[in-house]
Structure formats: C-alpha cells, structure tokens
T-cell receptor
Framework: AQSVAQPEDQVNVAEGNPLTVKCTYS??????LFWYVQYPNRGLQFLLK??????LVKGSYGFEAEFNKSQTSFHLKKPSALVSDSALYFC?????????????FGTGTSLTVIP | GAVVSQHPSWVICKSGTSVKIECRSL??????MFWYRQFPKQSLMLMAT?????????EQGVEKDKFLINHASLTLSTLTVTSAHPEDSSFYIC?????????????FGDGTRLSIL
C-alpha cells in the first residue's frame, strides 16, 4: 500500500535557525514526491517536487528537500527560518493507478517559528 | 496567479440547507478534479474524483447522495452538500492535476469553509 508519514505533528524553531520537517514514504515503483504549505483557511500551495535527477531539490521561499532513496525519506529544509514560515506543511506522493494519478498526503506538520 | 478558483470561500447556513461549492480550473482544461475534506489540524481526506462528462468516483465511506458532484465542463466541477447538518461542517478543498502529467503537482483551490448551524 502507498503511504506517506510525517512523524512530527508539531515543530518549533527559533527565527533564524535552520528548520527540518520530516517525511518518509512507502510506494511501489519510483515515487514522485511533493511538499505543500497551507496557511490558515487557505488551500495548499505547492513548494517543490522530486521527480528524478539531483537528490536535492530547491523550491519556493528558500525551501529545499533532499530525496534519500535508501531511507525512503524526503525531508523539507530551510537554512534560516522566518516567522512567516509558520504554517501547516504536507508531504505528498503521487502514484499511477488504474484510475489515474492519485496523491497520498501525510498527516501534516505544524511549523511554528518563534521570534 | 491562481490556477484553481473555488467559490464561495465561507458559507454559514442552517441545518437542512443544500450548499453548492464551485471549483474552476483557470489555466487548463481538466477532465479530472478532486474534492477533499479537511478537519481541523488534520490532513486532507480525498472524498471523490470528479470526471468530466461521467459519474464521479467516490472514496469508500463517502455518501454519494449526500455529496453530489457534477463535472459538466472541462473547467468546472461542483460539489453540492445536500441537506447539510452540523456534522458536515468542515473545510472542503478542490484540486486539479497540473497538466495531466504524473510529474506535475496538483493545484488547489483556496478551500470553502462550511459551517452548519
């Protein structure tokens, strides 16, 4: 079965410090991995994706993520956190199925950046 | 700019009312759209896949007669919550696959917060 896990419900980090939001996945075949951010009462905004190639992918707002095949992980990172980064973050994997392309979302991680 | 437009953004209505939510794909034609439901501080739960010109595909446990989906054109899908009750109160989000390719992200509407009194 396809699945995505975000082991941390809540991550707190001081402004200016590096941040990491963890994600692990379990899929059959090659994964297409995505990170989204959600602000209160808003839909999800796409941050970055890994399809193939370089394991380190860079995305919007200074975020990056590292694909690690051996650890089946796709952790989201940012070198220096901003208060405005406080939001809900979702990891997702996209797989092909007989009904088309389907996304599987993690349970989300609430990031709080402390001034 | 926005790729997906969802309307309305907030609805408050009495129990027993039917509520229609619209989802429009602005940048490209979408033969498939997705409807999600999100409870506070929880992940997205896929409710159904909306298919243009045919019946929607509902996920297990989702009542088809409660959540009516119509996908009459390549740019518009609607979700109607029929005879809504307080337990239907939630945040509903639609999405569209980007370009129809598997390596593209889904694009999401801004969501509709439904509050049933």
């Amino acid at each position: 079965a396809q699945s995505v896990a975000q082991p941390e419900d809540q991550v707190n980090v001081a402004e200016g410090n590096p941040l990491t939001v963890k994600c692990t996945y379990s899929v059959s075949g090659n994964p297409y991995l995505f990170w989204y951010v959600q602000y209160p009462n808003r839909g999800l905004q796409f941050l970055l994706k890994y399809i193939t190639g370089d394991n380190l992918v860079k995305g919007s707002y200074g975020f990056e993520a590292e694909f690690n095949k051996s650890q089946t992980s796709f952790h989201l990172k940012k070198p220096s956190a901003l208060v405005s980064d406080s939001a809900l973050y979702f990891c997702a994997v996209r797989v092909l199925s007989n009904t088309g392309n389907q996304f599987y979302f993690g349970t989300g991680t609430s990031l709080t950046v402390i001034p | 700019g926005a790729v997906v437009s969802q309307h309305p953004s907030w609805v408050i209505c009495k129990s027993g009312t039917s509520v229609k939510i619209e989802c429009r794909s602005l940048d490209f034609q979408a033969t498939t759209m997705f409807w999600y439901r999100q409870f506070p501080k929880q992940s997205l739960m896929l409710m159904a896949t909306s298919n243009e010109g045919s019946k929607a595909t509902y996920e297990q446990g989702v009542e088809k007669d409660k959540f009516l989906i119509n996908h009459a054109s390549l740019t518009l899908s609607t979700l109607t919550v029929t005879s809504a009750h307080p337990e239907d109160s939630s945040f509903y989000i639609c999405s569209v696959n980007g370009g129809g390719l598997s390596n593209q992200p889904q694009h999401f509407g801004d969501g509709t917060r439904l509050s049933i009194l």
